[in-house]
């Protein structure tokens, strides 16, 4: 089956403790991407990736990190959260930058 | 102001009725893209378009690229039409740049 798949769903952690939420996706995509979803200010892009070892910044890229080693895999990286990235995250692949999106669940995560 | 504008923010609607909600962008874009996210969160995306008109079952999706203005319209609603409908604009890749930006959503509520 065709999908994105993020990893973990939920998770609550404490501030500065590093941590890397996961996505990958099996339809051999090019384009890769991570949004944030906060009330109010609706999707935000954080990082998008065209390719393996291409990655740019979207509109909120402060606090993040990404990496594309793989096609199919586009981990995000928070070194060190704090409370103002509490939101859910949405990862998203595309087979071209100019294509239909597809999104993977998401993730909520809290920063205490 | 924000990039991209929807319109209107929440909707009601009685089953059966015809449906439209409006986006209008002030950037140039290579294409435009329409998202249903449902309660439970999960996103998925509608149409993508460049220009013109497309149908997909009782949804239509047009853009008038000159005016920056695209419409969607669901006609029969029904319940399970009930849903945030997001507009996103890809920016014109001439900008160097192949970002997404967001609408912040229109929340419709269709009632039987």
């Known amino acids: 089956e065709a999908q994105v798949t993020q990893n973990p769903r939920y998770l609550i952690t404490v501030t500065g403790k590093k941590l890397t939420v996961t996505c990958s996706q099996n339809m051999n995509h090019e384009y890769m991407s991570w949004y944030r979803q906060d009330p109010g200010l609706g999707l935000r892009q954080i990082y998008y990736?065209?390719?393996?070892?291409?990655?740019d910044k979207g509109d909120v890229p402060e606090g993040y990190k990404v990496s594309r080693k793989e096609k199919r895999n586009f981990p995000l990286i928070l070194e060190s959260p704090s409370p103002n990235q509490t939101s859910l995250y949405f990862c998203?692949?595309?087979?071209?930058?100019?294509?239909?999106?597809?999104f993977g669940p998401g993730t909520r995560l809290t920063v205490l | 102001k924000n990039e991209v504008e929807q319109s209107p923010q929440n909707l009601t609607a009685q089953e059966g009725e015809f449906i439209t909600i409006n986006c209008s962008y002030s950037v140039g874009i290579s294409a435009l893209h329409w998202l249903q996210q449902h309660p439970g969160g999960g996103i998925v995306s509608l149409f993508m378009?460049?220009?013109g008109k497309k149908k997909h079952g009782r949804l239509i999706a047009t853009i008038n690229i000159q005016e920056k203005h695209s419409s969607l319209h669901i006609t029969a609603s029904h319940p399970r039409d009930s849903a945030v409908y997001i507009c996103?604009?890809?920016?014109?890749?001439?900008?160097?740049?192949?970002?997404?930006?967001f609408g912040t959503g229109t929340r419709l509520q269709v009632f039987p």
């Open positions: 378009l460049s220009s």
């Open positions: 990736s065209m390719n393996v070892e291409v990655t």
């Open positions: 996103a604009v890809e920016e014109d890749p001439r900008y160097n740049t192949d970002k997404l930006i």
């Open positions: 998203a692949s595309s087979l071209y930058g100019t294509d239909t999106q597809y």
